[in-house]
């Protein structure tokens, strides 16, 4: 339910910058109207147990948003989809020769966000919204004189919330680059994590 109410917010989003498209910008419009843009940048998650584990790694991925400029203020929506590099593998955890190894899946964001501008070509901006994190974890135990092999797959879906900040920055009319620092909570789930997430991010866009 919850991945529909994002692809809902996406479509609604471009559905509202369609008619912008047809618009030519003024230079009180630097910052309005869809845009799309790739991402990458340190991702950074902490699933706050008993064990405190913590793992680095790269998120990458892509986003699409509009927004709508009055004078100096920005305001829009925005929807991301992007994925990460963050592995973590264990061996001997419940079994001599087992082999355990959680990884970071998707991660699905749909906000909104609120920005002034610095100077002509640079917007400051802080963002919030929702996000769906999934973690993926694979087992393999191998076959004793007691226990058969035992190999499974599990995908975790965390609900959480996002806050951000950043700036972005005009190259050219239509071109722009950006720069973000986000924190994502997830909050307590049944398995006795509390899962948070730093990241860091730079993006490349083009502005329709």
Do not use: C
């Not at 845009?35 to 940048?41: F, K, L, P």
């Not at 970071?104 to 929702?130: H, M, Q, S």
């Not at 797959?153 to 986000?182: C, H, I, M, P, S």
């Amino acid at each position: 339910m919850r991945t529909k109410l994002f692809i809902a917010a996406l479509i609604a989003s471009s559905a509202l910058a369609a008619p912008a498209l047809a618009q030519s910008q003024g230079p009180d419009q630097a910052f309005a109207g869809s845009h799309a843009e790739i991402i990458t940048g340190w991702d950074h998650v902490n699933d706050k147990s008993s064990y405190d584990a913590s793992k680095d790694g790269v998120t990458y991925g892509g986003n699409i948003g509009y927004d709508i400029q009055r004078g100096s203020t920005v305001f829009g929506v925005e929807g991301e989809v992007t994925g990460s590099s963050i592995s973590d593998r264990s061996s001997n955890v419940l079994t001599a020769g087992d082999r355990l190894r959680v990884k970071a899946g998707r991660d699905l964001y749909v906000g909104g966000r609120l920005g002034f501008l610095a100077t002509p070509r640079t917007l400051i901006y802080a963002k919030a919204g929702y996000t769906n994190a999934q973690f993926i974890t694979d087992y393999d135990s191998p076959a004793t004189a007691t226990a058969s092999a035992l190999s499974f797959r599990q995908r975790d879906n965390y609900d959480g919330w996002r806050l951000g900040a950043g700036a972005e920055f005009k190259l050219t009319d239509k071109v722009f680059a950006k720069a973000e620092y986000r924190y994502s909570n997830y909050g307590s789930q049944n398995n006795g994590v509390d899962p948070e997430r730093h990241q860091i991010i730079t993006g490349l866009g083009v502005r329709f």
